[in-house]
């Protein structure tokens, strides 16, 4: 298990970063061997995104889309709230050679900034 001194304080600034002052950077993560690109974005942003994909389906739905919007509101809420995680949109993962997954959509992503190996600055752009 990954102790908190593990990870990466520049990774971790900008991540704090992108959670207090809507900072939006272009990155690449490598993670046990895959390639995860995107920008970051909030982790408020991140739990909304959720929260308006899944709110205009069934009671259920409705109830998980209410439970993201708060879990979104009462991290911004949170004054100095520990970064763990890093999110990012129009994220695509990348294994190998192969096509990146997903190909189409704009997909938002939650990891553990404990869990990165290493990253770059920019985005893989794939070629069409």
């Known amino acids: 298990m990954a102790s908190e001194s593990s990870k990466d304080s520049i990774l971790e600034f900008f991540t704090h970063a992108s959670n207090k002052h809507d900072f939006a950077l272009d990155i690449t993560l490598n993670i046990n061997g895959a ?3 995107g920008t970051t974005i909030s982790a408020k942003e991140y739990f909304d995104t959720l929260s308006d994909s899944i709110g ?4 259920v739905a409705q109830k998980l889309s209410e439970k993201l919007a708060e879990a979104g509101q009462s991290l911004e809420d949170t004054a100095e709230a520990q970064t763990n995680f890093i999110h990012l ?12 997954t ?3 959509g704009k997909i938002v ?7 990165v190996d290493g990253f770059f600055l920019g985005k893989i752009s794939s070629s069409k």
Do not use: A, F, M
Not at 56 to 59: C, E, K, L, R
Not at 89 to 99: A, I, M
Not at 109 to 115: A, V
């Open 56 to 59: 205009n389906g069934n009671d």
């Open 89 to 100: 949109k129009n994220t695509k993962v990348y294994l190998g050679d192969s096509k990146p």
């Open 109 to 115: 992503w939650r990891g553990k900034l404990s869990e």
């Open 35 to 37: 390639l995860i690109t």
């Open 102 to 104: 997903p190909s189409q």
